[in-house]
C-alpha cells in the first residue's frame, strides 16, 4: 500500500539556522511528490511540487526538495530559517490512480528558537 | 490570485444532525476532494469527484457522507447523521490539469465541531 513517512514528529531550529525535514515514501510507480505547509488554523499552502525531470526543485518561501529515487525520499531543505517558518509541514504523494488523489504524511511541526 | 473558499469557517452541530460543509473551487478546475484532519492527526482523503460523479471514495466515506456540484461553482460535503468522530477539520482542494500532476489547491478548511 502506498504510505508517506515523516519521521520527524518535532524539529527545533534556531532562527538563521538551515533546516532538512525528512520524507520517505513508499508507492510502485514514480510519484508526484508535495510539501505543504499549514500555519496553525490555517489551511494548506502549497510550497513545491515534483512531477519529473531535474530531481531538485525550488519552490516559495526559499525552500526546495530534491528527489532521492533510490532512498524512495524527498527531503524539504532551507539553508536558512525564518521565525515565520514555524508550522507544520506536510510531504504528500499523489497517486496515478483514477483520482490523483494525495496521501500525506503524518507532519513535522518545526519550532524556530530565536 | 484565484483561490479555493470554504464556508462556514467553523460549525458547531449536535450528534446526529445533518451538516452540510461548502466549498467554491477554483473557475476552471474539474477535480475536486474533500479531506479531512482529526484534531492532531494527518490529512486522510474522502473523496474525489469529476464531471459530476465521485471518483474515487475511501473508506470514511460512509453512507453518512455525500457530494454534490449543485451548480456550475459550488461543491458540497453533507454528513446525514453527524457523530461524535466526525468532529475535525474538512478541506475542500481542486485540480485543473492533471497533466501538471493533479496538484491541488486548499481552501482554508471548515472546523467541524459535533457535540
Known amino acids: 500500500a502506498q504510505s508517506v513517512t515523516q519521521p520527524d514528529i518535532h524539529i527545533t531550529v534556531s532562527e538563521g539556522a538551515s533546516l532538512e525535514l525528512r520524507c520517505n515514501y513508499s508507492y510502485g510507480a514514480t510519484p508526484y511528490l508535495f510539501w505543504y505547509v499549514q500555519s496553525p488554523g490555517q489551511g494548506l499552502q502549497l510550497l513545491l511540487k515534483y512531477f519529473s525531470g531535474d530531481t531538485l526543485v525550488q519552490g516559495i518561501k526559499g525552500f526546495e526538495a530534491e528527489f532521492k529515487r533510490s532512498q524512495s525520499s524527498f527531503n524539504l531543505r532551507k539553508p536558512s530559517v525564518h521565525w515565520s517558518d514555524a508550522a507544520e509541514y506536510f510531504c504528500?504523494?499523489?497517486?496515478?490512480?483514477?483520482?490523483?488523489?494525495?496521501?500525506f504524511g503524518s507532519g513535522t511541526r518545526l519550532l524556530v528558537r530565536p | 490570485e484565484p483561490e479555493v473558499t470554504q464556508t462556514p469557517s467553523h460549525q458547531v452541530t449536535q450528534m446526529g444532525q445533518e451538516v452540510i460543509l461548502r466549498c467554491v473551487p477554483i473557475?476552471?478546475?474539474?477535480?475536486f476532494y474533500w479531506y479531512r484532519q482529526i484534531l492532531g492527526q494527518k490529512v486522510e482523503f474522502l473523496v474525489s469527484?469529476?464531471?459530476?460523479?465521485?471518483?474515487?471514495k475511501s473508506e470514511i466515506f460512509d453512507d453518512q457522507f455525500s457530494v454534490e456540484r449543485p451548480d456550475g461553482s459550488n461543491f458540497t460535503l453533507k454528513i446525514r447523521s453527524t457523530k461524535l468522530e466526525d468532529s475535525a477539520m474538512y478541506f475542500c482542494?481542486?485540480?485543473?490539469?492533471?497533466?501538471?500532476?493533479?496538484?491541488?489547491?486548499f481552501g482554508p478548511g471548515t472546523r467541524l465541531t459535533v457535540t
Open positions: 504528500a504523494v499523489g497517486l496515478m490512480d483514477s483520482s490523483y488523489k494525495l496521501i
Open positions: 482542494a481542486s485540480s485543473g490539469d492533471r497533466g501538471t500532476g493533479g496538484e491541488q489547491y
Open positions: 469527484f469529476y464531471n459530476n460523479e465521485i471518483s474515487e
Open positions: 473557475s476552471n478546475h474539474l477535480y
